[in-house]
């Protein structure tokens, strides 16, 4: 079975060492969702989701420590409310890279095959990137990314308390087999899922 998402990519660091990635999806197979990956600096993965059915889906695909549901609220001015997460982020112009990724036509740069092509040379031009790997629970996945931005400002809260000025993503999150790009991104991409029949004959 074959599931795609459609949509964006945030990643970020901040000053107190937790790193944030914010999935926004307006075409998934759960519908409009948004979702939230935190990582601690004590290495806490955390996974903020608006409902079980996603949690279940993303904690099978990606690897956390706690779970928490609650509405994940993303506007696309770029402000995110989910749980006990406040964040605002500011989007720069497009990238050089991102002006490359927007030159190859959508059907070609969502293709598994476009995709696995680009994975070495994004690990060598994007430190910690994957463009494919192995997922959990014996998936396969693939990043299609169609634009990037950085991301040049940013105020995130936690419960109350700020979490500091915005930095790089660093060290790399370790939610799966890659991790965002370093420096602060906006991405737009598509993300496909293969996820193997498990029942009987």
């Known amino acids: 079975m074959r599931l795609t998402f459609d949509g964006w990519i945030a990643g970020l660091g901040t000053g107190s060492g937790t790193r944030l990635v914010v999935g926004h999806w307006p075409r998934s197979p759960f519908g409009p969702v948004s979702d939230v990956m935190v990582e601690r600096p004590d290495g806490h993965r955390v996974l903020l989701a608006p ?86 629970d014996g998936r396969r996945e693939w990043y299609g990314a169609q634009d990037l931005h950085p991301i040049v400002a940013a105020t995130a809260a936690w419960d109350g308390r700020d979490l500091g000025a915005l930095t790089d993503v660093e060290p790399p999150v370790r939610f799966g087999f890659g991790s965002t790009p370093r420096h602060p991104s906006l991405a737009r991409i598509t993300t496909t899922v293969d996820v193997p029949d498990t029942r009987e004959p």
């Open 51 to 136: 409902h079980a059915e996603l949690a279940r889906f993303v904690a099978a695909t990606y690897a956390f420590d706690e779970v928490r549901l609650g509405p994940v609220r993303v506007e696309r001015s770029w402000a995110v409310t989910a749980g006990p997460l406040e964040l605002r982020f500011t989007v720069g112009r497009r990238s050089g890279l991102g002006w490359l990724l927007r030159a190859v036509p959508p059907p070609i740069a969502r293709h598994p095959s476009w995709v696995r092509l680009l994975d070495r040379p994004a690990r060598l031009a994007l430190r910690g990137v994957r463009t494919c790997g192995s997922a959990g």
